[in-house]
Structures are given as structure tokens and as C-alpha cells.
Nanobody, 130 residues
Framework: EVQLQASGGGLVQPGGSLRLSCVAS????????IIWFRQAPGKEREGVSC???????WHADFVKGRFTISRDSAKHMVYLQLSDLKPEDTAVYYC????????????????????????WGQGTQVTVSS
């Protein structure tokens, strides 16, 4: 069955780094891209980074230069390297895709609302605190 699973979160001090992973099963990353969302308590779920089926990446302005998305299609893995972490990065991070929107470009995929994506991982907690 089609499935996503996010992992790699944890507790880190400001300025620290983490690498999140998202493993996809039941479909190829060369056919559908992946988007990372995050949601902090009391806030809306927001798009962070995505990589489309061609391997092109998009990053939100608020993480640009600090986060890097990449993939290993053969391993069905998408990675989100988080560096120079700030307390405001604290959130549950989710990977997601969609049967239709997942075939779009990274830029277009990033403009979709979270509610429009149909396939989600369970999320991994990132906490940035001193």
C-alpha cells in the first residue's frame, strides 16, 4: 500500500542540526514528489520544503539557507537537513504527497494548502530549546 513515514526528529539546542527522513512505499519518487509541512502548537500547518519528481527543490523563505531537501530515489527516501535551528522551528514535521499534486513542479506543489494533500506520514517532533 502507499505509505509515508517520517523520522529523525528530536531535541536540539539553538544552532544545532538534525536530519529528517521520509520513507515512501507503494510508489516511486520519480513519479511523485514529497513536501514537508510543519505545525507548531496553536498554529496552522505550513509548507517548509518540497522536492518534485524531477528532483527540483523548493524551500520556504523562512528556512531558505538553513534547510536542504534531497532524495535517494533508489532507497525511496527523502531527507530534510535542518541546520542553524531556531526555537521557532519547533514543530511536528510531516512529509506528504498527493496522487495529483505530487506530479506537479516543486514550486506549484508548494502553493497548495495542506488540506489538499491526501497522503501523510505520521510526523516527527522537532524541538529546539536551550
Amino acid at each position: 500500500e502507499v505509505q509515508l513515514q517520517a523520522s529523525g526528529g528530536g531535541l536540539v539546542q539553538p544552532g544545532g542540526s538534525l536530519r529528517l527522513s521520509c520513507v515512501a512505499s507503494g510508489f516511486s519518487l520519480d513519479e511523485h514528489g514529497i513536501i514537508w509541512f510543519r505545525q507548531a502548537p496553536g498554529k496552522e500547518r505550513e509548507g517548509v520544503s518540497c522536492i518534485d519528481r524531477h528532483g527540483s527543490a523548493w524551500h520556504a523563505d523562512f528556512v531558505k539557507g538553513r534547510f536542504t531537501i534531497s532524495r535517494d530515489s533508489a532507497k525511496h527516501m527523502v531527507y530534510l537537513q535542518l541546520s542553524d535551528l531556531k526555537p521557532e522551528d519547533t514543530a511536528v514535521y510531516y512529509c506528504a504527497t498527493d496522487r495529483v499534486f505530487g506530479i506537479d513542479t516543486a514550486r506549484n506543489m508548494a502553493r497548495r494548502r495542506a488540506s489538499e494533500f491526501e497522503l501523510w506520514g505520521q510526523g516527527t517532533q522537532v524541538t529546539v530549546s536551550s
